[in-house]
């Protein structure tokens, strides 16, 4: 009996030394794991440093170069489709001159009529040909005037939601709406319902001649109406009755109508640099 109770004392003696020596051990392990020091994001103070006037005057000489640029490159390509267009009609002319013959000829019974049907499909497809190049040349027009324009709205403060901002050559109205070429459908149907005739659309979206060009046209459409006009008012009233933004321009240079029309939706932008 004595044996046991001391063989019990050695195991509960050798059980409590060992928790002794264990315990601290668990706790300095603990206190680590609560001093640990937590990582914090690292916030940066600094912030952009003010544009000296030196740059400002950079900036705005380089945007007059741009400018200048782009103008020079829409007055040569518009000369180089003059020079086609030309060359389109004189290919027209030439083709219903022979249309002509050959309807006298017909009546005297020397050709047969397949020979001017021919000829009348040639000048369908000269006259398609005319209006294409004539369609390029009144998107070179609006181009040159939205660039005119993009200049005079760049000394203009900024336009707040819903109110009109005019000066020379052109009216700027910022809506509400969102805008997408896919809004074009409600333009047109009001536009019909009013005048009774399709929107007289002359770009709507990017077209060739804004990739030529380099100019970002890609959510806006232009339509081939004076602002002044009583079609280019009725417009303007339904955009800004549906909140959708629009840039009425009366034309390229003051005292002229070239380049008139009326631009729906967000401004263009330049896409490449000369």
């Known amino acids: 009996m004595i044996g046991n109770t001391s063989n019990f004392m050695i195991r509960c003696s050798v059980v409590l030394i060992a928790l002794l020596l264990i315990a601290p051990a668990a706790v300095a392990q603990k206190s680590k794991r609560k001093r640990a020091p937590k990582t914090q994001p690292a916030i940066s103070t600094q912030s952009n440093p003010p544009v000296s006037e030196a740059e400002k005057k950079q900036l705005s000489e380089a945007a007059a170069q741009s400018r200048a640029n782009l103008l020079a490159a829409s007055t040569a390509y518009r000369e180089s489709l003059e020079r086609l267009l030309a060359l389109q009609k ?25 020979e001017i049907e021919e000829n009348e499909q040639l000048l369908g497809a000269a006259r398609s040909r005319v209006a294409e190049t004539q369609k390029q040349l009144g998107e070179v027009d609006h181009l040159v005037a939205e660039v005119n324009a993009a200049e005079e709205l760049a000394k203009m403060p900024p336009a707040p939601l819903g109110i009109y901002r005019s000066a020379g050559l052109l009216v700027r109205y910022v809506g509400a709406s969102r805008w997408a070429l896919g809004d074009f459908g409600k333009v047109d149907a009001f536009f019909r319902l009013k005048f009774g005739q399709p929107l007289p659309v002359s770009a709507i979206g990017q077209s060739g001649t804004h990739n030529r060009l380099g100019f970002d046209h890609h959510e806006a459409i232009d339509v081939a109406v004076h602002p002044d006009s009583d079609e280019g008012k009725e417009l303007i009233n339904y955009l800004a009755s549906q909140g959708i933004s629009f840039i009425a321009i009366r034309g390229a240079i ?12 967000p401004p263009s932008k330049r896409i490449i640099s000369n």
């Open 90 to 114: 004189q290919d027209e002319e030439r083709i219903a001159a022979s249309i002509e013959k050959q309807r006298q000829l017909l009546n005297l019974g020397v050709i047969a009529k397949r």
């Open 254 to 265: 003051h005292g002229s109508a070239t380049g008139a029309h009326i631009h729906i939706g």
